[in-house]
Nanobody, 124 residues
Framework: QVQLVESGGGLVQPGGSLRLSCAAS????????MSWFRQAPGKERELVAR???????NYADSVKGRFTISRDNAKNTVYLQMNSLKPEDTAVYYC??????????????????WGQGTQVTVSS
């Protein structure tokens, strides 16, 4: 059974940091592009960061310089280090996977597997 299990979300003050983790199982992790999406209330789900099978990365403009995505293929885990957090970063964050053999995409509907999401709240 395919599983993506996120952890590390919570409440943090503006300027603080969080590290999200996503543990994957049930598919060939090393061959998949792994991504983090987020969805705030009343907003569409958006791509935050992605990392391909050879560790190349892409980031949304809104998080460049603040967030870092990484992967550990030996542990089937992808991470999102979030620094200098802003209230605008408040959202449910989702881990997702897409086969590296598929056409690249930033559309949520094109991704194959999804975690349950973890809440990140940035507030004073």
């Amino acid at each position: 059974q395919v599983q993506l299990v996120e952890s590390g979300g919570g409440l943090v003050q503006p300027g603080g940091s969080l590290r999200l983790s996503c543990a994957a199982s049930g598919f060939t992790f090393r061959t998949y592009v792994m991504s983090w999406f987020r969805q705030a209330p009343g907003k569409e789900r958006e791509l935050v960061a992605r990392i391909n099978s050879v560790a190349g990365t892409n980031y949304a403009d809104s998080v460049k310089g603040r967030f870092t995505i990484s992967r550990d293929n030996a542990k089937n885990t992808v991470y999102l280090q979030m620094n200098s957090l802003k209230p605008e970063d408040t959202a449910v964050y989702y881990c997702s996977a897409r086969s590296s053999n598929a056409r690249s995409s930033i559309r949520p509907v094109d991704y194959d597997y999804w975690g349950q999401g973890t809440q990140v709240t940035v507030s004073s």
